[in-house]
T-cell receptor, first 114, second 114 residues
Framework: GAVVSQHPSRVICKSGTSVKIECRSL??????MFWYRQFPKQSLMLMAT?????????EQGVEKDKFLINHASLTLSTLTVTSAHPEDSSFYIC??????????FGQGTRLTVV | GESVGLHLPTLSVQEGDNSIINCAYS??????FIWYKQESGKGPQFIID?????DKRQGQRVTVLLNKTVKHLSLQIAATQPGDSAVYFC?????????????FGAGTRLFVKA
């Protein structure tokens, strides 16, 4: 159990365009979802926390107008990178919690902005 | 500031030997810790967790030890196998906004030599 699926696993987009990444909890209801960014050889950096039906809470230094997060249902959260630039190229990972203490992670999305 | 960090960035062990990965944390109020394994290009995989009211917890081939006096956490892997090669992160749950968020340490890369 506790499977979290992300889509797409890889995406390449042109500079200035927007990209949407989906995160789904497949076998449980995720009351809270988290979005992380990971640069090569670095740790995961928390970007934001979202609760179903509420606005996301962003970490300090993360632009909420650039990284739009929607958590419209208990099984789906989306992250939209707006007006992407090469410096936004990274590995984006979501995790989901069903109310317990442990969060379970998706397989990640490799974003490359050219 | 508050952080969860690691003493060793890399660890190389011989197949069959035991591995010990260490982690230091600074927030004495933290009450829940998790170890994750991340293989290249994938999301973190839950290994084992421990609450602050425990000193030790065992899983299959893995043991987590918590020393609250010195704020130290370790992951022991018995009979290390090539498939254990990955980056290991300790993580700490921090409360906030009515829920929690999982903050990651820097990570240790484990190399298993055949």
């Amino acid at each position: 159990g506790a499977v979290v699926s992300q889509h797409p696993s890889r995406v390449i987009c042109k500079s200035g365009t927007s990209v949407k990444i989906e995160c789904r909890s497949l076998d449980f209801q995720a009351t809270t979802m988290f979005w992380y960014r990971q640069f090569p050889k670095q740790s995961l950096m928390l970007m934001a926390t979202s609760n179903e039906g509420s606005k996301a809470t962003y970490e300090q230094g993360v632009e909420k107008d650039k990284f739009l997060i929607n958590h419209a249902s208990l099984t789906l959260s989306t992250l939209t990178v707006t007006s992407a630039h090469p410096e936004d190229s990274s590995f984006y990972i979501c995790s989901a919690s069903g109310g317990g203490s442990a969060a379970f992670f998706g397989q990640g999305t490799r974003l490359t902005v050219v | 500031g508050e952080s969860v960090g690691l003493h060793l960035p890399t660890l190389s062990v011989q197949e069959g030997d035991n591995s010990i990965i260490n982690c230091a944390y600074s927030n004495s109020a933290s009450d829940y810790f998790i170890w994750y394994k991340q293989e290249s290009g994938k999301g973190p995989q839950f290994i084992i967790d421990i609450r602050s009211n425990m000193d030790k917890r065992q899983g299959q081939r893995v043991t987590v030890l918590l020393n609250k006096t010195v704020k130290h956490l370790s992951l022991q892997i018995a009979a290390t196998q090539p498939g254990d090669s990955a980056v290991y992160f300790c993580a700490e749950n921090k409360g906030g906004g009515g829920g929690f968020k999982t903050i990651f340490g820097a990570g240790t890369r484990l190399f298993v030599k055949a």
